[in-house]
């Protein structure tokens, strides 16, 4: 289940939402250079979806475990064809799972999250 909430940037005080994945049917990627969401349908990636299942992997854990440091091979090649598939940003920036979320006005990275939790699938 994905999370979208209403962030506050610490540094201009614009308000705005925050999407965090994954969802039951999308991981969310966000920029590296901008503040640019990506949502990756799971359609998109199928075959890299299935790829990572039949070895028993799990679509939904491999990221967060990839990026422990954990994982088998499978998960941590997970992050990069996702990422692949994802393809590169307008503004020449690649989508990433760690990218941190940015501020759409200041492009600045210290934000808080100032309002509810709204679940997505
Ligand atoms: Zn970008
Ligand atoms: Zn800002």
Do not use: K, W
């Amino acid at each position: 289940m994905g999370t979208a909430s209403t962030a506050r940037c610490r540094d201009c005080n614009h308000d705005f939402e925050v999407a965090e994945g994954p969802g039951m049917f999308c991981h969310v990627l966000h920029c590296d250079q901008c503040y640019a969401v990506r949502f990756v349908g799971f359609e998109e990636i199928e075959a890299v979806h299935l790829a990572l299942e039949d070895t028993g992997g799990d679509p939904y854990e491999a990221p967060t475990r990839a990026h422990e440091g954990g994982g088998t091979e499978v998960e941590r090649r997970y992050d990069a064809l996702v990422e692949e598939a994802a393809g590169a940003c307008a503004c020449g920036g690649c989508f990433r799972f760690a990218a941190q979320v940015r501020c759409p006005s200041c492009r600045r990275t210290e934000i808080a999250i100032v309002g509810e939790c709204l679940l997505f699938d």
